[in-house]
């Protein structure tokens, strides 16, 4: 049983990849990074020594510390954290815990560099329907919480991307882009190791939706059209890209729980 400032793998694990997932912290020393350079879906990495300069970004947040084992480095931070007014617990078992149930890894060297806010940078084309909207939501629930999306002229992407030193995205020509009769969606799932049975049906959806390809899945059809109505609610591409968060965490949440639920009227009457 864990400690009542300690989570497990199983309820992190759950967590992961919703609007209430907690802010990941890894705290490995380099030497066990650099022997296995991966990190837990939507972690960062900052020195176990350094909390005090990690605390004011994170507050208000709820903080999950791991390192390589759970034990004295990240009992240690977790408890600097907490000294510093925020909610903060240690994964159990660390590092090694998540890697040995078969979870998930991201590989770092599929992450671009971080800016100085340490903030990963993506740009693609303005005007966002299906594509451009999945994809910075899987970035920001797995991969970095704090990305940042830049949607400009189709013509302008790659000169952007040069200048502001973002990554380019969904355009033709460079490497998070379709690949064949899969879209960038698929992409991002394959290079950052996230292919889980829910990732991969909605990644299906996805791609029906994307490429007019509904005889994929028969939600494909429900996505392009919220997709489409979205695109037309909102002018701002940002303000799209909130509102489509949350239409990508309720088909997230189906594709992993309620894949087995359905609906009928009259409800069903119990009786004595």
């Avoid at 990941?24 to 990495?45: C, G, N, T, W």
């Avoid at 030193?165 to 899969?182: I, L, M, N, Q, Y």
């Avoid at 698929?186 to 390809?213: H, K, Q, S, Y």
Wanted: charged share 25%.
């Amino acid at each position: 049983m864990p400690s009542p400032t300690e989570i497990t793998v199983p309820q992190l694990s759950r967590l992961i990849g919703t609007p209430d997932a907690p802010a990941i912290v890894d705290v490995r020393v380099d030497e066990d990074f650099d022997a296995d350079p991966r990190l837990i879906p939507s972690a960062k990495r900052h020195p176990f020594d350094r909390m005090d300069t990690l605390a004011p970004r994170l507050a208000g947040r709820r903080v999950v510390v791991s390192c390589q084992k759970g034990l004295k480095l990240s009992q240690g931070a977790a408890a600097v954290l907490r000294d510093h007014g925020l909610s903060a617990e240690t994964l159990q078992g660390g590092f090694v815990a998540w890697r040995d149930a078969a979870l998930p890894l991201i590989p770092t060297g599929k992450l671009p560099e971080a800016n100085r806010e340490g903030r990963t940078v993506w740009v693609t084309r303005h005007r966002p329907k299906i594509d451009r909207i999945a994809c910075p939501w899987l970035i920001r629930r797995f991969v970095d919480p704090n990305a940042q999306f830049l949607f400009v002229a189709p013509s302008e992407v790659l000169a952007v991307a040069d200048r502001f030193e973002a990554t380019p995205f969904d355009v033709e020509d460079v490497f998070w882009s379709h690949r064949g009769e899969k879209c960038t969606f698929d992409a991002m799932v394959e290079e950052f190791a996230l292919a889980t049975e829910p990732l991969e049906r909605l990644a299906t959806i996805v791609r029906g939706a994307d490429t007019n390809r509904h005889d994929l899945a028969p939600e494909a059809s429900g996505l392009l059209a919220a997709s489409l109505g979205l695109s037309r609610m909102y002018r701002d591409d940002l303000e799209q890209l909130e509102a489509g968060m949350l239409l990508y965490d309720a088909f997230y949440r189906w594709c992993r729980d309620a894949t087995d639920e359905g609906h009928d009227w009259p409800a069903a009457v119990t009786r004595n």
